[in-house]
């Protein structure tokens, strides 16, 4: 079945710096990869997500790119504000969802 | 106004008890999940349900039971058997199951906070 390990578990950024988290996964067929932000006390959201035919998705300030051969995908965000801080989560489709432990990105201004 | 609900959003629970969560969402989605959420785990998959009348066991299934009676709603019993119940419990949807020739994307609820007291 499908394992997500995910990096670092937590990362700290001066605002306006770029934020890099990894993800790595263990079954080569998957092939879809979304990226959820969580704000303390709310639902994950959907922020972007990559299929397996592409490298790279960009939306404004967030990119996610996908590496298939080394099967690793990494969420990028650059100029990072205060309100990017949250916890963000990669995932992996088995039969459901299979999320990474989460990353808790602090943006300090 | 479309969207996936659960409640409540706290819950306590005395040792020994079964308390039963409640997911419900009118989005129209084959597809429901159960996630339990615990400090720097992430969210792990207890249960998940691709179709009416159908359910499959996630990875973390012992001392939870769920049913699929409805399309649109998808209960989580937390039975005495969980040792450890307390959590932070996600429910989700999908348009149609995250098979990987499928795959969608999948909408939470806003949670419920199981306490056991």
């Known amino acids: 079945g499908e394992n997500v390990e995910q990096h670092p578990s937590t990362l700290s950024v001066q605002e306006g710096d770029s934020a890099v988290i990894k993800c790595t996964y263990s079954d080569s067929a998957s092939n879809y990869f979304p990226w959820y932000k969580q704000e303390l006390g709310k639902r994950p959201q959907l922020i972007i997500d990559?299929?397996?035919?592409?490298g790279e998705k960009k939306d404004q300030r967030i990119a996610v790119t996908l590496n298939k051969t080394a099967k690793h995908f990494s969420l990028h965000i650059t100029e990072t504000q205060p309100e990017d801080s949250a916890v963000y989560f990669c995932?992996?489709?088995?039969?459901?969802?299979?999320f990474g432990k989460g990353t808790t990105l602090s943006v300090s201004s | 106004d479309g969207g996936i609900t659960q409640s409540p959003k706290y819950l306590f629970r005395k040792e020994g008890q079964n308390v039963t969560l409640s997911c419900e969402q009118n989005l129209n989605h084959d597809a429901m999940y159960w996630y339990r959420q615990d400090p720097g785990q992430g969210l792990r998959l207890i249960y998940y349900s691709q179709i009416v009348n159908d359910f499959q066991k996630g990875d973390i299934a012992e001392g939870y039971s769920v049913s699929r009676e409805k399309k649109e709603s998808f209960p989580l019993t937390v039975t005495s058997a969980q040792k450890n119940p307390t959590a932070f419990y996600l429910c989700a949807s999908s348009i149609r199951g995250t098979l990987r020739e499928r795959n969608t994307e999948a909408f939470f609820g806003q949670g419920t906070r199981l306490t056991v007291v």
């Open positions: 995932a992996a489709p088995r039969t459901a969802l299979i």
């Open positions: 990559i299929r397996s035919n592409v």
